[in-house]
């Protein structure tokens, strides 16, 4: 058997904000086409390991890998792994002065020297997978927040990542819309993708994940599959987290 790298991997892994001890010492090893869940507290990390990934944040300790190449301060290490590694925000973070199909182009024109024409037909390919290529002139504005995220969605698709990050992707969309995001996610997942998802949305977590992540006070304190993490959760912060979002 050959070895391949994790599509993500990260050991032993701390990071500090000023005084503040964010990430205690996270490891955590994403097989290629592995759909992880994060969840926890608010503040307890989640954000900050995923930041991590694609270098957002930097971490002070530890290591971390994106098929197999360690992240490190090198700036062509970076851009590397960006390359790979989508990220989808909770406040969409699409350019409001572009239109939908121009805040789809722009990056890989830019950061892939695409041709223009190649790079608007993989735009609309991807516009249309998340059912929105009818909006392709407009600006973000006049879309509702479920079909910006969605725009997001395909922006991302379009660089072809290996892996795609998710922060709170449905956190600030109304109820009505959730679920046009989610149903993309989940189809994403079923294509393969590999996926480090963080998000309160438990059905999302059920249906879609291979492992459920449980983070409090910057440590991972559980991870198991879908089932287990539900049906028997012995730490008492995970009993307690659950009963919340569960209701
Ligand atoms: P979560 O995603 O679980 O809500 P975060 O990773 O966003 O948690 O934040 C973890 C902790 O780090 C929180 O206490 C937060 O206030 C702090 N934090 C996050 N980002 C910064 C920052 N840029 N500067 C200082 N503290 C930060």
Same mark, same amino acid.
């Given at each position: 058997?050959? $070895?391949?790298?994790?599509?993500?991997?990260?050991?032993?892994? /701390?990071?500090?904000?000023?005084?503040?001890?964010?990430?205690?010492?996270?490891?955590?090893?994403?097989?290629?086409?592995?759909?992880?869940?994060?969840?926890?507290?608010?503040?307890?990390?989640?954000?900050?390991?995923?930041?991590?990934?694609?270098?957002?944040?930097?971490?002070?300790?530890?290591?971390? @890998?994106?098929?197999?190449?360690?992240?490190?301060?090198?700036?062509?290490?970076?851009?590397? &792994?960006?390359?790979?590694?989508?990220?989808?925000?909770?406040?969409?973070?699409?350019? !409001? /002065?572009? &239109?939908?199909?121009?805040?789809?182009?722009?990056?890989?024109?830019?950061?892939?020297?695409? !041709?223009?024409?190649?790079?608007?037909?993989?735009?609309?390919?991807?516009?249309?997978? #998340?059912?929105?290529?009818?909006?392709?002139?407009?600006?973000?504005?006049?879309?509702?927040?479920?079909?910006?995220?969605?725009?997001?969605?395909? @922006?991302?698709?379009?660089m072809? !990542?290996?892996?795609?990050?998710? $922060?709170?992707?449905?956190?600030?969309?109304? *109820?009505?819309? #959730?679920?046009?995001?989610?149903?993309?996610? #989940?189809?994403?997942?079923?294509?393969?993708?590999?996926?480090i998802?963080? &998000? /309160?949305?438990?059905?999302?977590a059920?249906? +879609?994940? $291979?492992? #459920?992540?449980?983070?409090?006070?910057?440590?991972?304190?559980?991870? +198991?599959? !879908?089932?287990?993490?539900? *049906?028997?959760?012995?730490?008492?912060?995970?009993?307690?987290?659950?009963?919340?979002?569960?209701?």
């Open positions: 058997m050959t $070895d391949t790298p994790a599509a993500v991997e990260l050991s032993g892994v /701390h990071k500090w904000y000023g005084d503040y001890h964010a990430l205690r010492d996270v490891t955590l090893s994403v097989a290629s086409g592995e759909k992880i869940v994060v969840c926890g507290p608010s503040g307890s990390g989640k954000s900050t390991m995923i930041r991590c990934v694609n270098r957002l944040e930097a971490h002070h300790r530890g290591h971390i @890998r994106v098929g197999g190449v360690e992240l490190t301060g090198d700036p062509k290490t970076i851009d590397a &792994t960006r390359r790979e590694v989508g990220m989808v925000f909770q406040s969409f973070n699409l350019f !409001p /002065h572009l &239109t939908i199909l121009e805040n789809c182009t722009l990056a890989q024109t830019w950061a892939k020297k695409v !041709p223009q024409k190649v790079a608007q037909e993989t735009a609309m390919r991807y516009l249309e997978r #998340v059912r929105i290529p009818e909006q392709a002139g407009k600006y973000p504005g006049q879309l509702s927040g479920g079909q910006q995220q969605r725009v997001a969605i395909a @922006r991302s698709l379009c072809d !990542p290996k892996v795609m990050l998710f $922060d709170e992707p449905t956190s600030a969309l109304d *109820a009505e819309m #959730v679920k046009e995001v989610l149903d993309i996610m #989940v189809e994403l997942a079923a294509e393969g993708m590999t996926m998802c963080v &998000t /309160h949305e438990m059905g999302f059920r249906q +879609a994940a $291979d492992r #459920v992540v449980f983070m409090d006070a910057g440590q991972i304190l559980k991870v +198991a599959p !879908p089932g287990e993490f539900f *049906a028997a959760p012995r730490h008492e912060r995970t009993r307690q987290f659950l009963a919340q979002v569960l209701h």
